[in-house]
């Protein structure tokens, strides 16, 4: 039986954290399906449709890795696509009570479903979304943090040219 996670995040926009996470998560499964939350509460810079083409862009050749637009419950979701293990990284003790929260009630109301942690390689302990555009905003340098295609994406948002 094929090995199937989703790994689900609002992705606005990918950074290098998540591919991080992305790639030691294929090394566990088979697949890997990226799942980009549809009405998360947070105010969004790119669009789903922009946020989902950025990761099929960065992850073009990647066959075991698909992406895809959820709405509604995680769990159902995951269910809906025959998986059994969401995938979530923690970068620091911070995120923890957060992501046990969320865990805890998967659990709860989705018996079937496990969460499996991974820990943020050490780079991108500090990395998020939020900060990326902050940084990106103010026109600093965000090639650690980002591929190109992210990168300039984020300055088009800005209306700065490329650099
Ligand atoms: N490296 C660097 N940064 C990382 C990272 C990593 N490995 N993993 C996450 N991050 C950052 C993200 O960039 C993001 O930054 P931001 O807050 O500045 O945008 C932050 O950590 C957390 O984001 P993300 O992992 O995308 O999670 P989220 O909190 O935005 O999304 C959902 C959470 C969408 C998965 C969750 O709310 C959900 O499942 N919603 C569906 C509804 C539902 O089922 N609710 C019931 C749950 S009990």
Do not use: W
Not at 103 to 109: T, V, Y
């Amino acid at each position: 039986m094929k090995k199937i996670a989703v790994y689900p995040g609002s992705f606005d926009p990918i950074t290098y954290g998540h591919l991080d996470i992305i790639r030691r998560g294929l090394a566990i499964f088979d697949e890997i399906i990226v799942a980009v939350a549809r009405n998360s509460q947070k105010n969004a810079l790119f669009t789903t449709d922009e946020r989902v083409g950025l990761i099929q862009d960065v992850l073009k050749g990647e066959e075991r890795v698909t992406v895809d637009t959820f709405g509604g419950l995680l769990i159902d979701y995951v269910a809906s696509r025959g998986a059994h293990v969401i995938i979530r990284g923690l970068r620091a003790i911070s995120d923890f009570e957060y992501e046990f929260q969320i865990a805890q009630m998967n659990s709860c109301i989705g018996q079937e479903i496990e969460t499996l942690f991974m820990m943020t390689s050490l780079q991108y302990g500090y990395l998020s979304s939020s900060i990326v555009k902050e940084v990106c905003s103010l026109n600093g340098d965000i090639d650690k943090f980002v591929p190109l295609e992210v990168k300039t994406a984020l300055r088009q948002k800005y209306g700065m040219a490329a650099k």
